[in-house]
């Protein structure tokens, strides 16, 4: 299945694993929505500037920030209603975590987009969008 995923901390700098997600995320054939207050565009593709400012449903938000920068996102990330939440290493937050589970927004702790999609795991067990 292929999904609208958000890339909560996109980056224009080959260098980060947020851009990596990004390429990989599209070679996978998944659409791309980078959010990013500072940023306009990456790599052809537009940013949003928050989640709230992206149109239409968001399957999955993968956060490439760190708990400082994403716990304050926490109503806007629940506004969205995203499938799921992945925290990639580096950006794990338990209060963050608590808040959207409580919502019953599916929550992958401690993994790594690039590593699921890589082995195949990205798909993994998701409730299907009503």
């Known amino acids: 299945m292929r999904e609208r995923v958000a890339i909560l901390g996109a980056s ?7 851009h990596r997600a990004l390429r990989a995320l599209r070679a996978h054939g998944h659409t791309v ?3 990013n207050p500072q940023l306009q565009c990456i790599d052809g593709v537009g940013v949003a500037p928050h989640i709230s400012s992206v149109a239409g449903p968001i399957d999955t938000i993968t ?3 760190r708990p400082a920068l994403s716990e304050p996102l926490a109503d ?5 209603r995203p499938r799921r939440v992945i925290f990639n290493p580096g950006a794990e937050s338990p209060t963050l975590r608590a808040r959207l ?4 927004i599916v929550v992958q702790w401690q993994c790594c987009t690039l590593v699921l999609l890589r082995e195949g795991r990205y ?5 299907v969008r009503q």
């Open 12 to 18: 224009d700098d080959p260098g980060r694993y947020a």
């Open 33 to 35: 929505l980078p959010v």
């Open 63 to 65: 956060v490439y920030l």
């Open 76 to 80: 806007e990330i629940i506004e969205a």
């Open 101 to 104: 589970e409580a919502e019953g």
């Open 123 to 127: 798909a993994g067990d998701l409730p």
